[in-house]
């Protein structure tokens, strides 16, 4: 399969995965309160925090050194979701653990994402490893009968009640029937005992990034803990409305990520040199896509935002501005980023990362303090200008300074570890 032909699988898989979480949100959107709404987000999130972390341990590995030979990819599949599932497993004991301060009184909704978070890592994990192993048609088969069963059952359920934990069993149910047909796609079961092995083999990898995705995560998972604690749940209503109205752009972003990550993996170990003209042109595309995204947005009638949003689009108008060049700049981003990893340079990225992570949730602060939602917002596109600033700072000193290792870099050669 040519790299043109994998790029395009790979972004319908992410079309159809992320484009159900976009359709679940507009659906609770329009069905729940703002402050149901806000609560939802603050569940949601903990669930979009364990996801990232859970690609940093067991996907971005894979993506970076892929397998080679059927028995090779039989067991990074069994390994990869078997640690997943693990790492569910602990996930799930620790929001109930922290349940009363994110959510309150809402524990069953907790209790219910903690029974179901194992299986929805293994479908994440498997999705992920088909792409790394160029099995694209079986993640999008799999991703494609999950979001729908997703959908549909989140869709029963608010007919049922707008109770939050029967919305909450509702999308998990698509979790774990598409991570049911995973599995059998993979042709293998998770393998439980697989975490210590998967630690020997990737973990010069796998600490970097775990700490690193996690303080990104955790930093954006802050944001709206922040925001709500600052300027109230409604804020984060907003915000989340915000992000779902963005949600095909942001569709975009998370496919460029994986496929130029993969691709550049490639092609540095052959004319590492095209490196920087397919990142450049992925960057420019995919901050296109944010520009885009912005215009619609800005320009989309009232009662358009009403019927798809309900309630929360009237606090979405302010945002809109600052939610745009954020998806600018993180589409540029993609370039630069997408090199530095590829080539390995693990502490580099680490270090520039968790700053941003770090000077985000100050920022966020500030702005919520100063003008509320929208103050965090524009916050927030400042720190991402920031960081994309210095990457691309750090991979002009790459390209400059080792010119020996962007020509020719082999298995035998040291990588940069943490």
Not at 244 to 273: D, H, I, Q, Y
Not at 370 to 386: D, F, N, Q, R, Y
Request: aromatic share 8%.
């Amino acid at each position: 399969m040519t790299a043109a032909r994998r790029g395009i699988w790979t972004l319908a898989d992410h079309v159809i995965c992320s484009g159900s979480n976009f359709a679940l949100m507009i659906l609770v959107a329009g069905n729940v309160s703002v402050v149901t709404l806000g609560e939802f987000a603050l569940l949601y999130g903990f669930y979009v925090v364990v996801v990232e972390l859970s690609r940093a341990a067991v996907s971005e590995p894979l993506l970076v050194r892929r397998p080679e030979g059927d028995a090779a990819v039989r067991r990074a599949l069994a390994d990869s979701s078997g640690s997943a599932a693990v790492f569910g497993a602990l996930a799930g004991a620790l929001l109930l653990a922290l349940s009363p301060f994110l959510i309150g009184s809402h524990w069953r909704s907790a209790v219910v994402l903690a029974l179901l978070l194992p299986a929805l890592l293994v479908w994440d994990a498997l999705r992920l490893a088909f792409i790394a192993v160029g099995w694209q048609r079986r993640a999008v088969l799999v991703d494609m009968v999950g979001g729908v069963v997703q959908v549909s059952a989140a869709f029963a359920a608010l007919h049922v009640s707008t109770g939050l934990s029967w919305l909450v069993a509702g999308w998990g149910i698509g979790g774990l029937v598409a991570a049911g047909l995973a599995v059998v796609q993979a042709g293998t079961l998770p393998r439980l005992t697989a975490p210590r092995r998967w630690l020997r083999e990737y973990g010069k990898l796998v600490r970097p990034y775990f700490v690193e995705t996690g303080a990104l995560s955790l930093a954006g998972y802050a944001v709206l803990i922040v925001l709500g604690h600052i300027a109230g749940p409604a804020a984060v209503g907003a915000w989340r409305a915000a992000l779902t109205l963005f949600g095909p752009a942001n569709v975009v972003m998370a496919a460029g990520r994986v496929a130029v990550v993969s691709e550049l993996s490639r092609l540095k170990a052959g004319e590492p040199r095209r490196m920087l003209r397919f990142a450049a042109m992925a960057g420019l595309l995919c901050g296109a896509v944010g520009a885009m995204a912005g215009t619609v947005a800005a320009f989309l009638p009232s009662s358009v935002g009403h019927a798809l949003l309900g309630d929360s689009w009237a606090g979405v108008g302010p945002l809109v501005p600052a939610f745009t060049a954020l998806l600018v700049i993180e589409g540029l981003g993609l370039g630069p980023y997408g090199v530095l990893r590829a080539m390995e340079r693990v502490r580099m990225l680490f270090v520039l990362r968790v700053a941003v992570a770090g000077g985000r949730v100050l920022a966020v602060s500030v702005g919520a303090a100063l003008a509320g939602a929208a103050g965090a917002a524009t916050a927030s596109s400042l720190v991402e200008a920031t960081g994309f600033l210095s990457a691309l700072v750090l991979l002009t000193v790459v390209f400059a300074a080792t010119p020996s290792r962007t020509q020719q870099v082999t298995p035998h050669q040291p990588r940069e570890h943490l």
